[in-house]
């Protein structure tokens, strides 16, 4: 995992935020006190969260699903971009962290657009299938890798078609292009790569920003 993009160097990656990152000084706060964790790594790159919430405004986006809350900074971002009536609907299995990101939905002013889950995130995926199916106008999955086949097809139904689904890491620190790497999760995401290269249900890009984010977009 990464907390920039991958490839650059640090001075051509500074330029880079210098002249394009907006970030609110929330946002700002959030992630420097999450950097003092020793998984702190685990949160996405500011010019991603960016890059979601352009995505969001563009969808035009009410109603979005979050797979993998760490400490909040993509919900966070999302909740910002979404109008006053927009909800994120957040799966976490872990207490620990989103007390860290409730704190910040609160001070931000957007807790009541975020409607969190504490499970494990199939088991509140299926149960948001039994009503929600083909509701959501966009899903963005960054949770454990071993999972993802699985957190894919169930976002899949949610969204409703001419709806976006965002997956994380999948470039994985480069590790998915080196053979000699051969670790079950490394293994996990080649194969979901390749999945999702021939999936025709969706349109495909793959952007190299931050540890490697594809788009699906459901047909």
């Known amino acids: 995992m990464t907390i920039k993009t991958l490839g650059l160097e640090q001075n051509l990656y500074d330029y880079l935020l210098s002249i394009s990152l907006r970030e609110p000084e929330i946002l700002t706060q959030l992630r420097q006190e999450t950097a003092q964790y020793p998984i702190g790594r685990m949160q996405i790159a500011p010019e991603q969260g960016q890059f979601l919430a352009l995505l969001v405004q563009l969808l035009a986006a009410k109603k979005t699903l979050e797979i993998g809350v760490f400490t909040g900074y993509s919900s966070l971002v ?31 002013g957007v807790a009541d657009k975020i409607q969190l889950h504490i499970a494990p995130a199939l088991q ?59 670790d079950n999760r490394t293994k996990r995401i080649r194969a979901f790569n390749q999945k999702l290269h021939q999936d025709q249900r969706v349109s495909l890009s793959l952007v190299a920003i931050a540890d490697g984010l594809t788009l699906a977009l459901k047909k």
């Not at 999972?147 to 590790?175: F, H, K, T």
């Open 78 to 108: 999302v909740a910002l971009a979404l109008p006053r009536d927009g909800k994120v609907v957040a799966c976490e299995n872990s207490e620990e962290f989103t007390t860290i990101a409730r704190r910040y939905w609160q001070q931000a």
């Open 124 to 182: 509140t995926l299926d149960r948001l299938l039994a009503t929600e199916a083909e509701t959501f106008d966009f899903a963005f999955i960054d949770a454990d890798k071993s999972n993802y086949d699985g957190y894919y097809e169930r976002s899949l139904q949610l969204v409703r078609p001419g709806g976006l689904i965002a997956i994380d890491n999948v470039l994985w620190s480069g590790r998915v292009a080196d053979p000699q790497v051969q």
